[in-house]
């Protein structure tokens, strides 16, 4: 009856017993937990997890992993999916207003392969953070894309879009071939998604420290890889003649970096205004999270 109770307000329950009168309630719990020393055969039978140790704290552990993994699954979300509607939204762009194609489709599929592997994969490496146990439990009924991942989707993929569009543009404006200005073009998209990724290791907080930017040694590792596809996507022979690719100047580097800068600045600009005015003042812990 209590876990029923507890559950008509909500909550998801985790049971723990050793005993065989606790099986029911054991069965009845979203999480059945049995201890694996003192427990009876019956209990462990209708547990959904067997505590090896029998030690609570491994229960603390256990949903602070937890946490950290949902948490890890949404940043990973959220860095994916604005990228692949810039990926989108610049052909769909191109189409709509009749000008020329600034990325290629062999084009956005190399991106979306290098980007995809090499960075997407390092966000889902995230550590703890340090307040996960401090936050209120996730509501049952809440989507992993509610209305915050939504604009931020929206938000970060138009922006990459409009980067890309002033880099084809501007190269454009001084004469520069197509392969030349494309070339630009998708260094100038990869170049802002690597300064995303420095942005979504954290979905409101502040990444404006080098603090922040600590504890994931997967990041700068596929950042690194990211570089050196890049470089021999721009500047090997083979690459070149197969995805329509041109050297990009050194001295027009500086120019990417700079536009890649800008976009980490508007969405921290964006995260702090969600702090400030948006989020609502944290609530005690839940006693059952």
Same mark, same amino acid.
């Given at each position: #009856?209590?876990?029923?109770?507890? /559950?008509?307000?909500?909550?998801?329950?985790?049971?723990?017993?050793?005993?065989?009168? %606790?099986?029911?309630?054991?069965?009845?719990?979203?999480?059945?937990?049995?201890?694996? @020393?003192?427990?009876?055969?019956?209990?462990?039978?209708?547990?959904?997890?067997?505590?090896? %140790? =029998?030690?609570?704290?491994?229960?603390?552990?256990?949903?602070?992993?937890?946490?950290? &993994?949902?948490?890890?699954?949404?940043?990973?979300?959220?860095?994916?999916?604005?990228?692949?509607?810039?990926?989108?939204?610049?052909?769909?762009?191109?189409?709509?207003?009749?000008? *020329?194609?600034?990325?290629?489709?062999? /084009?956005?599929?190399?991106?979306?392969?290098?980007?995809?592997?090499?960075?997407?994969?390092? @966000?889902?490496?995230?550590?703890?953070?340090? %307040?996960?146990?401090?936050?209120?439990?996730?509501?049952?009924?809440?989507?992993?894309?509610?209305?915050?991942?939504?604009?931020?989707?929206?938000?970060?993929?138009?922006?990459? &879009?409009?980067?890309?569009? @002033?880099?084809?543009?501007?190269?454009?404006?001084?004469?520069?071939?197509?392969?030349?200005?494309?070339?630009?073009?998708?260094?100038?998209?990869?170049?802002?998604? *690597?300064?995303?990724?420095?942005?979504? #290791?954290?979905?409101?907080?502040?990444?404006?420290?080098?603090?922040?930017?600590?504890?994931?040694?997967?990041?700068?590792?596929?950042?690194?890889?990211?570089?050196?596809?890049?470089?021999?996507? +721009?500047?090997?022979?083979?690459? /070149?003649?197969?995805?329509? +690719?041109?050297?990009?100047?050194? =001295?027009?580097?500086?120019?990417?970096?700079?536009?890649?800068?800008?976009?980490?600045?508007?969405?921290?600009?964006?995260?702090?205004?969600?702090?400030?005015?948006?989020?609502?003042?944290?609530?005690?812990?839940?006693?059952?999270?």
């Amino acid at each position: #009856r209590l876990v029923k109770a507890i /559950q008509a307000n909500g909550e998801v329950v985790a049971m723990t017993g050793d005993g065989v009168n %606790d099986a029911p309630a054991l069965k009845r719990a979203d999480i059945g937990v049995a201890m694996g @020393i003192k427990g009876t055969e019956v209990t462990k039978e209708a547990a959904a997890m067997v505590l090896a %140790d =029998d030690n609570f704290a491994s229960i603390t552990a256990a949903v602070r992993e937890g946490r950290t &993994v949902y948490n890890n699954i949404e940043k990973a979300l959220l860095f994916m999916l604005p990228t692949n509607v810039a990926q989108g939204m610049v052909i769909l762009f191109a189409i709509v207003f009749g000008f *020329i194609l600034p990325v290629t489709a062999p /084009q956005i599929l190399w991106v979306n392969m290098v980007t995809s592997v090499a960075l997407g994969l390092a @966000i889902s490496f995230e550590p703890h953070e340090l %307040d996960v146990m401090l936050r209120q439990p996730r509501a049952v009924s809440r989507p992993i894309l509610d209305a915050f991942a939504v604009w931020r989707v929206a938000f970060v993929g138009m922006a990459l &879009v409009a980067i890309t569009l @002033i880099a084809f543009f501007w190269m454009k404006s001084l004469q520069a071939s197509d392969e030349l200005a494309r070339t630009v073009a998708v260094n100038t998209l990869v170049i802002g998604q *690597i300064f995303y990724l420095l942005n979504s #290791r954290f979905k409101t907080d502040s990444s404006l420290s080098m603090t922040a930017h600590l504890g994931n040694r997967y990041v700068p590792m596929g950042i690194g890889a990211v570089a050196v596809l890049q470089l021999l996507f +721009t500047y090997a022979p083979p690459l /070149q003649n197969l995805f329509g +690719t041109a050297a990009v100047p050194l =001295d027009l580097w500086p120019w990417l970096w700079l536009g890649g800068l800008a976009l980490f600045f508007i969405v921290e600009t964006e995260k702090f205004v969600i702090r400030k005015f948006l989020s609502k003042p944290t609530p005690p812990p839940n006693r059952y999270a």
